[in-house]
């Protein structure tokens, strides 16, 4: 997996908005945890879907954020999670189930689209 995730900073370049799709069990915490190693990241990386939002510092004091969109029932609460601050910060920020807030996501972000085959190959797809 670090492998990808390298490869994946690479072809993504200055991008930091990252919003990543793929059905329950795809991989998106996990590619996420291997992204978040490759930039450096002294934290332990979970997944955030019951907190939200996690975030971690890298060894040079860079901070990340990790959204997880699962529990959002309605767009205000999003908003009341501060999320503009996030998309317009200068940080790397990681969101799962975007496509729940599809209409507020800034159009110039990565979209990662994880989809596993019968023999639970992953993968990712990067527009």
């Known amino acids: 997996m670090s ?6 900073l690479k072809h993504t ?5 990252f919003a990543f799709y793929g059905s329950m069990g795809a991989g998106k915490t996990t590619i996420i945890k291997a992204i978040c ?8 990386v979970s997944s955030p879907t019951f907190t939200l939002v996690n975030e971690y510092r890298t060894s040079k004091g860079e901070t990340l954020y990790h959204i997880d969109f699962y529990r959002i029932k309605k767009q205000e609460e999003v908003f009341d999670l501060g999320i503009e601050e996030y998309l317009s910060g200068d940080s790397y920020c990681f969101m799962e189930w975007p496509e729940l807030i599809e209409e507020i996501l800034p159009p110039e ?8 085959d019968d ?9």
Do not use: F, P, W
């Open 13 to 17: 370049g200055d991008s930091k908005i």
């Open 119 to 127: 023999n639970e190959q992953r993968t990712l797809l990067v527009s």
């Open 3 to 8: 492998a990808a995730a390298k490869k994946l």
């Open 37 to 44: 190693e490759a930039l450096g990241v002294i934290d332990i």
């Open 109 to 116: 972000r990565v979209s990662v689209r994880i989809t596993v």
